[in-house]
């Protein structure tokens, strides 16, 4: 068969990597598709820079638009980022025939359900692995090697910028903003890193991940996000006292009313693997009925790693492109003869109907009845406690200090009931600064 011929839409990070992995394991590629996958085309505003990468046996334009318009070219790989000229040049492609393979998640999470919609009616094939954990194959775990279970619940550590920030609060003992501005000059964090650190970035992938494991539409507006930046170096102590690890997890739940959809730091047991994922390492557990747990660990980003979930999506469609699109792997993993045929109608749950557990710290007045009085209006909410810690005014605020910290660990309880309750104990004249909530998983 006649090699598949792609072109490159970007060739910095990812697509210079995709290039070189390529070319370095040509071979054993070809041996796997059936068939050969050459790069014959790239496109990036620095040409230049693009043609130092791949020489001069590809052609180099400036213009993405040229890739498209190629009659030649199979499979565009979109590598730009972005919802703007990406999603139009995506669509383009699909327009045009073309396979696409894209590693971009924000663009998925938001617009996916009309690309995948534009796919299906044009019977091309969209392949995203490199879009959720990097080198991690966690989407074609969940589209293919877990088919035949009933997911119930997934949670994964998908920012290794947060987890990197996250791993030196705990080793070192420092804040946030110490931590923050380490990363940066260490290059795991952008100069702008606010999509990493507020969780907006995890929230595309979960969104992504949510979507094939539950068969509902991609909705990202719907998702929880909460990032780290309120997080203390004393909450973190706290935790790794009490057992616990923190991490920013991006979780997506199966419950009688819905699914959860969310993002935010969490108290993890510490004996889980999971929180003992450190550095910039991403991992996803997967919970499903017939299988049970099961853990992804990995890179989740980088050239050479990202480049191997890329030119395994290359793979795939060298293999399938003549395929019968009913004979083709479903991009949500649902099969239906319509993209809406194949959705579930199950809703995404508002965060104040999620039911989970709490960890609460309360910089607090040191003195009798302020613990009566927390945990009055915690029960007349219906809260129930599993554990109180007060630690001695000396060890918090130094000799002779009348202020003291008080750590609250809850059983499972509606966030809805949770928010009522602390906005009454944020009232006590006792209650000295906001109070630290975060959430608690015991992923089991």
């Known amino acids: 068969m006649k090699p ?28 796997r598709a059936g068939r050969g996958i050459e790069i014959t085309m790239v496109a990036d505003l620095d040409t230049e820079r693009a043609r130092s990468v791949v020489g001069d046996s590809v052609r180099v ?13 199979d499979v565009v790989v979109e590598l730009i980022g972005g919802y703007g000229i990406a999603k139009a040049l ?32 044009k019977g091309v094939i969209v392949s995203y692995e490199a879009a959720v954990a990097g080198g991690i194959p966690i989407i074609k775990a969940l589209r293919e090697g877990l088919t035949a279970n009933s997911i119930q619940w997934l949670a994964g550590i998908i920012n290794g910028t947060t987890n990197f920030i996250l791993s030196e609060m705990r080793d070192k003992g420092l804040d946030f903003d110490v931590v923050l501005k380490e ?44 990032g780290i930046t309120g997080l203390a170096a004393a909450d973190i102590r706290y935790a790794e006292q009490l ?41 996803v557990v997967v919970h499903g009925d017939a299988v049970g747990t099961t853990l992804y660990y990995g890179k989740g980003a ?52 999620v039911v989970t557990s709490y960890y609460l710290r ?11 009085k927390v945990t009055g209006i915690l029960a007349n909410a219906g809260i129930s406690i599993d ?23 809850t059983h499972d309880t509606r966030e809805g009931d949770m928010d009522a309750a602390l906005v009454q104990i944020q009232a006590l004249p006792t209650v000295l600064a906001p109070i630290n909530r975060i959430r608690k998983e015991e992923l089991n």
């Open 4 to 31: 598949i011929q792609v072109g490159l839409l970007g060739i910095g990070t990812v697509g210079s990597g995709t290039f070189n992995v390529l070319q370095r394991n040509q071979g054993e590629i070809r041996r």
């Open 61 to 73: 334009v400036a213009d993405a638009r040229e890739v498209i318009a190629n009659p030649d070219i």
């Open 90 to 121: 995506v669509l383009e492609a699909i327009a045009a025939g073309k396979h696409v393979v894209t590693a971009n998640k924000a663009l998925l999470a938001v617009h996916g359900t009309e690309i995948f919609q534009a796919a299906a009616d």
């Open 183 to 226: 990363a940066q000059r260490l290059g795991y964090a952008e100069a702008d890193p606010t999509f990493d650190i507020e969780g907006v970035d995890a929230a595309h992938k979960v969104t992504l991940m949510s979507a094939i494991a539950f068969g509902i539409p991609v909705q990202f507006e719907k998702a929880y996000i909460e």
């Open 243 to 283: 057992g616990y690890r923190i991490k920013l997890l991006g979780i997506t739940k199966r419950t009688d009313k819905g699914v959860e959809l969310r993002v935010h730091p969490s108290l993890v047991p510490s004996k889980r693997l999971i929180a003992n994922v450190e550095g910039a390492m991403n991992a």
């Open 302 to 353: 980088g050239s050479e790693p990202t480049a191997s979930a890329v030119i395994a999506d290359l793979v795939d469609i060298a293999r399938l492109a003549d395929a019968d699109a009913a004979h083709r792997v479903p991009p949500l993993a649902f099969q239906s003869h319509t993209l809406e045929g194949a959705m579930s109608s199950l809703p995404v749950l508002p965060m104040s109907e």
């Open 362 to 372: 309360m910089h607090v007045a040191d003195e009798a009845g302020v613990l009566a």
């Open 387 to 409: 554990a109180v810690i007060q630690r001695e005014a000396d060890e918090v605020g130094g000799e002779g200090s009348t202020q003291t910290d008080l750590i609250i660990l």
